[in-house]
């Protein structure tokens, strides 16, 4: 199994709208990879972070299979349109994938 963790903190306005506005069009958008990616085995996505260093709006948690299955994800055309909003909007990202 493997887990992909990506972390975001927000421009403080993006796209016209707030980080608080975005963060929530990133939940939204994220949260219906689910049912269109088939590699995904699981998808966890928060903005009520109550405590990071250094500061996080976003929190992304995902499992798959197999380091290929991240891959798949990683190039499918609609995880590619969260790519694209996501780069619009964030500020800085962290993220991290280990085998479990």
Same mark, same amino acid.
């Given at each position: &199994?493997?887990?992909?963790?990506? &972390?975001?903190?927000?421009? =403080?306005?993006?796209?016209?709208?707030?980080?608080?506005?975005?963060?929530?069009? &990133?939940? =939204?958008?994220?949260?219906?990879?689910?049912?269109?990616?088939?590699?995904?085995? +699981?998808?966890?996505?928060? +903005?009520?972070?109550?405590?990071?260093?250094?500061? +996080?709006?976003?929190?992304?948690? +995902?499992?798959? =299979?197999?380091?290929?299955?991240?891959?798949?994800?990683?190039?499918?055309?609609?995880?590619?349109?969260?790519?694209?909003?996501?780069?619009?909007?964030?500020?800085?990202?962290? &993220?991290? =994938?280990?085998?479990?």
């Amino acid at each position: &199994m493997v887990g992909h963790i990506v &972390m975001w903190k927000l421009k =403080d306005t993006a796209e016209g709208r707030s980080a608080a506005e975005n963060a929530q069009i &990133m939940k =939204d958008m994220l949260g219906a990879l689910p049912g269109l990616i088939p590699q995904l085995r +699981t998808l966890v996505v928060s +903005t009520d972070v109550f405590a990071s260093i250094p500061e +996080t709006q976003v929190v992304l948690y +995902t499992v798959f =299979d197999s380091p290929e299955d991240l891959q798949t994800y990683q190039v499918h055309p609609e995880h590619q349109k969260c790519v694209a909003f996501v780069s619009a909007v964030a500020a800085e990202r962290r &993220m991290v =994938d280990y085998n479990f």
